[in-house]
């Protein structure tokens, strides 16, 4: 069986980063992996989704519409805009509640939605959603919040959303992770502890 | 780093990754390119790792440079390889077909990445094939990072083997896709060659050029009887076939799974030389086939003239059932699989389609911005101040094509490298219209010279031209340029200064600095109503640049912030300026707003404080300074 995750957030801020995580933490358990990682103008600030599809059975490098298994967003807008590779059946949303206001919210008068918005938008489409603020717990802990996307996917992987081995994502981590990797380890265990106390599964 | 691993290994590599691996298994002496969208990572991977593996890099001026320097290390024996996107290859063509001609004697690779939908911020949707039936390249596209390595390796042997330049072509989603890579050995590169005189070879011009090009066609007519081979029948039932090439193949793989079908597939590799016989007999016993390729249908059409050999009768699916434009995926294939093979993959696509249309309705979008901090930000808002709405903005490639959004809306056409600059030129012959033409540093020394030589040569009344020096070519992931000071490898040189190239081309030069907003005006009104070729530079360095280089230090840029008493909420800053860090809040919609600038993502450029008309913006005094 293919897993289907999409990872979403705001280009600049380690989408990228952590989608390299995940498909090397794959790759550590001897998973077949694909996906795709666009790189380029959409970078700059602008929506990043991006794909990491691994075990038997995925050729394709993106997700087809409805066929995401979880939802890894760092950012609640993108999270909400995710509902096309959504399905009400088997996907997972898990959310960083770190909003990242586009400028086009001021420039076209489109104020930017609070969660409770979010969630009822995205919830015909999802098995379930859980809302995190792993930014919040990682500028306390380490005065770093953009650790708190290595939390997120501790959160993903202690609360099973993510079928991965706590052992091989802290492989990946070491793998692909250049600057502050202890505290980005560190950040990993405190997010399995938060996902470890989840019931995603159950409705 | 995942592409120096050892051989044997399996490791996630990205298809550029790959291609890059493959590169050095087949022991590449020369790698000369120049960065496009999505090919960039290809060079871009080498480059970090030249040194270390003792082959030769260099950041080319541009792709036709790049061409000619691969091309003159492959004539002295020496494998090379240039890369580059779609465009590069208009202007690396004019050189490509009479090398390959002469042919070659190291292996030579041309990596070509097409962009269908345009992700790069391309202007056209160009299928390159088209080129290499033009130019008389054989031609191999991968299907995956796997088989971007295993090609990448091949194309050097069979390049050498037939003395042929090859072109190694594929698409974003190609280049972009990550996947298992199985690693093979790094090759030590050879390095050192000799350009040997041959009249027969070098000498295109005629009757020697007829003679090269029955040579160059009795080369692909043996590449196509040879490695043909390269092209594989996948059996299964029924007498209905698919053939197919590059991304299409994993995604036709995944859809005949989706619909528990198994069609026997063709999926070629070597797609020019067009392999006849293969075709052939794939097409020959069946009632139709679906052919499968983004863009142009080249394929489809080939396979319609063979059938008319073979088998007359085959229905040809492609282009009618499947779109010219855009990119394919499962939900754009889906529709014309179900048709041919009529069957239903119970998936109503457009029903999910609509329903998460509506549930995205409202929300702002999140289009790609000028960066906080951002030169070209200050630049456009200093040159709308004097000039407001009416001037023309002649558009060009680099990050600026940004200024195309609000608020500014100050690219009102792009068109290719350097051509604000001709575009404009033509446009003020015949109008009277205020132009401003802008171009990049990257972009002037790739094609911006020249047209620059010709306003100058032409002189009568001449756009005026504002450089934006940024110091890289930042879009594609900030390589150096002529103007940098470093090349690719990271040696020290002496930096081309663009006022000078300026000035000697006889142009009225000012050079200001992009992050004070008094100095550029300045300079345009000075320059408004001089006659003759006038250019302004207006130099920063790309702010995520600086912002690497203080980090490195452990140093912080200087942050600011709005005094609330002063700030009148006039909303300039965000709806003007509209830099990312200047935040408009409101806790209700019926709310008065708050200004506030978010510390994180301020980069220090005082700009806003220089724009704010009440003086409300000031720097947070107690940061450590820059």
Known sequence: MTFNVMLTGVGGEGVLT???????????????VHGLHLHGLAQRGGTIPTFVRFGKGAYSPGIMQADADLVLAFEPLEAARATFYANKKKTLF?????????????????????????????????????????????????????????????????????????????????????????????????????????????? | MNVLEKAGKNVVLLGNEAIARGALEAGVGVVAAYPGTPSSEVPTTLAGIAKECGFLFEYSSNEKV????????????????????????NVASDSVSPVAYSGVKGGFVLMVADDPYGWSSAQSEQDTRYYARMMRLPVLEPSNPQECLDLTKLAFDISEEFELPFFLRTTTKVSHAIGTVKLGKIKKPKLKGKFVKDKSRYYNIRPNLQE????????????????????KVFKGKGNIGVIASGVSFEYAKELFHMLGIN?????????????????????????????????????????????????????????????????????????????????????????????????????????PVLCPGCPHRSTFYAVKDVFGENAVFAGDIGCYVLGIFEPFNMQD?????????????????????????????????????????NLKFNDHKTPLIIVMDNSFTAMTGHQPNPGTGITGVGEAVQSIKIEEVAKAMGAEVRVVNSFNQKQIKDAI????????????????????????????????????????????????????????????????????PIYYI????????????????????HPVKKEVKE
């Not at chain 2, 000619?68 to 240039?82: K, P």
């Not at chain 2, 575009?423 to 620059?452: K, N, R």
Request: glycine letters at 6%; a positive charge; hydrophobic letters at 40%.
């Open chain 1, 94 to 203: 898990i959310i960083n509640d770190w909003p990242h206001m586009p400028v086009y919210a001021n420039l076209l008068d489109m104020p930017y939605p609070n969660m409770t918005d979010i969630v009822k938008r995205i919830k015909p489409f999802a098995k379930n959603v859980m809302v995190f603020n792993t930014h919040k717990v990682a500028l306390e802990k380490f005065g770093v919040a953009i650790l708190g996307n290595t939390m997120l996917i501790g959160v993903a992987v202690g609360s099973r959303a993510l079928p991965l081995k706590e052992t091989s994502v802290r492989n990946a981590i070491t793998a692909n992770v250049r600057r502050n990797t202890d505290k980005n380890l560190e950040a990993f265990k405190i997010g399995l502890n938060m996902g470890k106390n989840m019931e995603i599964f159950s409705k």
């Open chain 2, 66 to 89: 790049a061409f000619e320097t691969a091309a003159g290390a492959a004539w002295s024996g020496v494998r090379s390889l240039t890369a580059m996107k779609h465009f590069g290859l």
């Open chain 2, 212 to 231: 090269l090009h029955k040579q160059i066609d009795g080369k692909l007519n043996k590449i196509e009887k040879k490695y043909a081979k390269l092209n």
């Open chain 2, 263 to 367: 069609p026997p597939m063709a999926k070629l590799t070597l797609t020019y030389p067009t392999p006849r016989n293969f075709i052939k007999q794939f097409i020959k016993n069946k009632k139709a086939v679906l052919v499968l390729e983004e863009l142009e249908p080249i394929v489809e059409n080939e396979v319609k003239m063979l059938a008319k050999d073979v088998n007359p009768k085959l229905a040809v699916h492609g282009k009618a059932l499947l779109p010219n434009y855009g990119e394919y995926n499962l939900e754009v294939m889906m529709p014309a699989f179900e048709k041919v093979f009529k069957k239903k993959c119970g998936i109503n696509f457009a029903a999910h389609k609509k329903q998460t249309t509506v549930s995205i309705k409202g929300l702002p979008p999140r289009k």
């Open chain 1, 18 to 32: 952590a989608a390299a995580i995940v498909a090397s933490a794959a790759q550590n358990e001897g998973l077949s």
């Open chain 2, 598 to 617: 978010e510390p994180d993502i301020c980069w220090g450029c005082s700009v806003c404080m220089q724009i704010c008309p009440y003086g409300a913006i």
């Open chain 2, 413 to 453: 056409f792009i068109v290719s490298m350097g051509a604000s600059l001709g575009i404009s030129h033509g446009i003020s012959m015949v109008s009277d219209q205020e132009i401003i033409a802008f171009i990049g540093d990257s972009t002037f020394f790739h094609s911006g010279m020249s047209a620059l030589a």
């Open chain 2, 525 to 592: 009104l000075e320059l408004k109503n001089v006659t003759g070729l006038r250019v302004i530079i207006s130099r920063g360095e790309c702010r995520l640049v600086t912002k690497r280089k203080l980090r490195s230090k452990n140093l912080e840029f200087t942050k600011f912030e709005i005094d609330q008493s002063k700030c009148t909420k006039c909303g300039i800053c965000t709806n003007k300026f509209a830099c990312p860090a200047i935040k408009e809040i409101r806790k209700k919609a019926s709310d008065e």
